[in-house]
């Protein structure tokens, strides 16, 4: 009894410190990584300048550095050159199979203009009874006449672990379970295979009778 008391406050405190020291680890990491960018090349200036270096200043250039490309990338006329320097670059060895993968990740997370996804959804996809998460892009009429109505709905399907790719369906309207989670919840349901849900929806029932009996 002592022994299976002993193992659950050590499984419960395990749970629960663990999320917080690894978290805590990638963000110092994050940051040392980020400052040592330029910091290497900043700090060895200001030690033999001053006598000492200045944790930050790294993370701060990189900053300025972001903004002043992003500055740059806005001229009309450097608009103009990036795409042959891009095609140069694509001519280096093992680059075409790494630099367009990351290029298009990035932009999907840090571009303003992002695919529009206005709804999660479950539907039935690609066997019966067996169900799928997708994204809501928009509703459009599937039929013709005079009392036409928004009865089928397309649906973006992203691909795990990768959430940027993914394929297109056309579903009816009726065959949708539309969940009540965000669009964020969904891509770490959908990027983690389906570990990282929260609580309270891996105990709440879905109906999937419901796609059935509409």
Not at 79 to 86: G, N
Not at 92 to 101: E, K, N, R
Not at 152 to 167: D, K, L, R
Request: net charge positive.
């Amino acid at each position: 009894m002592m022994k299976t008391k002993l193992r659950r406050y050590f499984i419960t405190g395990l749970v629960v410190l663990l999320p917080i020291v690894i978290t805590v680890k990638i963000l110092f990491a994050s940051v040392k990584f980020i400052d040592n960018l330029l910091g290497r090349y900043i700090n060895p200036l200001l030690e033999n300048t001053f006598g000492t270096s200045f944790f930050g200043l790294g993370i701060l250039a990189v900053i300025v550095l972001m903004f002043f490309t992003g500055l740059l990338a806005t001229n009309v006329f450097v608009k103009k050159i990036v795409p042959f320097w891009e095609r140069l670059f694509l001519r280096i060895p093992l680059v075409p199979q790494i630099y367009p993968a990351i290029k298009q990740l990035v932009k999907f997370l840090f571009s303003s203009d992002k695919v529009a996804f206005k709804k999660v959804v479950l539907f039935e996809y690609p066997l019966k009874n067996v169900y799928t998460i997708g994204f809501v892009t928009n509703e459009f009429c599937s039929q013709k006449g005079d009392d036409k109505e928004k009865d089928a709905v397309c649906v973006y399907i992203s691909s795990a672990p990768n959430p940027i790719t993914g394929f297109f369906v056309v579903v009816p309207k009726k065959d949708v379970i539309f969940l009540d989670i965000s669009i964020e919840e969904a891509f770490k349901i959908i990027v983690s295979g389906g570990v990282l849900m929260r609580d309270d929806l891996l105990h709440n029932k879905v109906d999937f009778k419901q796609i059935k009996d509409d």
